[in-house]
């Protein structure tokens, strides 16, 4: 994954929402489709986004009382953080365990030529 990917996730209206509110409490994507008003198939896509970046994670599968089997998520997100600095697009994912994700990237990569620029 790359700095511009990196923030794409963070800056995603239902990402955001889906990390805030699995912070403190492991919550299931029915739970948070109602929620958050997240239509469900797009709530299972942001998960499986998520997940695949790390960011959340399934803490258990709870047995329903009609006998399924859901899964519960919480996010592994302490912090994130965006910046430009010298002319470099960085993102921070700094996790609960205290590991720390760095994305970087330089703004030629976005077809800005940094050396015109005044």
């Known amino acids: 994954m790359d700095a511009i990917e990196a923030s794409k996730i963070i ?23 109602h ?4 239509p469900i198939a797009a709530c299972y896509r942001r998960i499986r986004m ?10 258990e599968r709870i ?3 009609k006998g399924k089997r859901m899964s519960v998520y919480i996010s592994n997100l302490k912090n994130a953080y965006i910046f430009l600095e010298e002319g470099k697009l960085r993102v ?13 990237g330089n703004l030629d990569m976005l ?8």
């Open 11 to 33: 800056a995603d209206e239902y990402a955001a929402k889906i990390l805030v509110a699995t912070f403190r409490r492991p919550k299931s994507a029915i739970t948070l489709s």
């Open 35 to 38: 929620d958050l008003g997240i």
């Open 50 to 59: 998520l997940e695949g970046a790390k960011l959340i994670r399934c803490e």
């Open 63 to 65: 047995l329903t009382q």
């Open 92 to 104: 921070r994912f700094e996790m609960k365990s205290g590991n720390v994700l760095d994305y970087d």
């Open 111 to 118: 077809g800005i030529q940094t050396s015109s620029m005044i």
